[in-house]
């Protein structure tokens, strides 16, 4: 009897019945496991073939994925960064690793939309100084500016980056992006391609959508700061880490920028003692960018066709080391896999 295709959620956190519904008609067992540590996850990924996995932190390092069984053909993450995955190591594996790279650029999107124009209008400084009882007298941290007059620089010009350029372009700012992986011309009309550098000096709002990679890890740092406007804000919207959240802090007390909004952080959750959560000039957000009914049934769906996919012998949807030579050979993905 041929063994039935078998998927470990190693860190799962809310009822799968939508993927189990899915799944099992299609002959695929799921597994749900909670783990946290390498041990425990080379535990619970004993006897798999595929396994999917959903916290920014679990740790699916080298030494994890070395102890996979031979039969493990995939590793899917309900995200779009997989910076906690050693890609390398499963590449060298010859383990395809999976994303659900489109399920959340219009969140993002409207999350990046609603922080650049809430911290350019302070309208969480406003909405606090109406909380406390106050109407009259709002100073504000700094003079308020017309949108249209400012520039708008996006560090990294990807899905999310363009999809927020798409809704930005009403606000008729001049829109400048900073990307070495992109060729030739602008992607996006509208859109001049400068250097890191030059967008540093010349952008007023900073928006930063980088993946967290040994190459972005703080990129945004004091050298970076130094460059910036005193008037100017900062937006993160990819990964805390991007940030090197002490010059950050540095930057905000000594007045080298005006402000800063995010939606991730260096240690998430924000400690409770974070110097971040001092300045009436900083917007937090708890890392929900992404979130929505809409997003979630989304990247269920993603993961569903992923598996399933890879199980009837064909690529992933959204296949994050598409160079590596899989265990098992692949053919190309199609959309007859929807789920
Ligand atoms: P994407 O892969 O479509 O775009 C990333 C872009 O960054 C690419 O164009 C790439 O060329 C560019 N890039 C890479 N290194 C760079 C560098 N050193 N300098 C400038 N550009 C560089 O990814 P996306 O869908 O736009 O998502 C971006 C990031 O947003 C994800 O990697 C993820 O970490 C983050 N994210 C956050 C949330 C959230 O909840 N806040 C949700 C989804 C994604």
Request: with cysteine; charged share 25%.
């Amino acid at each position: 009897m041929v063994a039935p295709f078998r998927v470990v959620n190693i860190d799962c956190n809310f009822d799968y019945a939508y993927e189990r519904d899915r799944l099992a008609p299609l002959g695929i067992e799921l597994v749900l496991r909670k783990s946290v540590t390498e041990d425990e996850i080379i535990a619970a990924c004993a006897d798999v073939d595929a396994v999917f996995l959903e916290g920014t932190k679990t740790p699916m390092t080298a030494r994890v994925i070395e102890a996979l069984p031979a039969r493990c053909r995939l590793i899917a993450k309900y995200a779009v960064g997989v910076d906690n995955v050693d890609v390398a190591a499963a590449t060298r594996a010859g383990i395809v690793v999976a994303n659900a790279a489109d399920f959340c650029t219009e969140e993002v999107s409207d999350h990046a939309v609603a922080l650049i124009v809430g911290a350019a209008r302070q309208v969480v400084s406003m909405d606090r100084h109406v909380h406390a009882g106050r109407w009259t007298g709002f100073v504000g941290t700094r003079p308020l500016r017309r949108l249209s007059e400012l520039t708008l620089g996006f560090v990294g010009l990807g899905r999310i980056a363009r999809a927020t350029v798409r809704k930005m372009s009403g606000f008729r700012m001049r829109l400048i992006a900073a990307d070495p992986y992109l060729p030739g011309p602008s992607p996006e009309p509208g859109v001049d391609l400068v250097s890191l550098e030059q967008l540093l000096a010349e952008a007023d709002l900073v928006s930063v959508h980088v993946p967290l990679s040994p190459q972005t890890r703080g990129l945004i740092n004091e050298a970076a700061f130094r460059r910036m406007k005193p008037t100017s804000l900062l937006v993160n919207t990819s990964r805390g880490p991007i940030v090197d959240e002490a010059a950050l802090v540095r930057a905000l007390r000594e007045k080298w920028i005006a402000g800063a909004a995010l939606d991730v952080v260096e240690v998430e959750p924000l400690p409770a003692d974070s110097p971040l959560r001092e300045f009436d000039q900083v917007i937090l957000t708890p890392h929900r960018g992404a979130d929505s009914v809409d997003s979630l049934a989304h990247v269920r769906r993603t993961m569903v066709e992923s598996v399933f996919a890879v199980a009837q012998g064909h690529w992933p949807p959204f296949p994050f080391n598409p160079k590596v030579a899989p265990r098992v050979p692949l053919r190309p993905w199609t959309e007859a896999l929807r789920a």
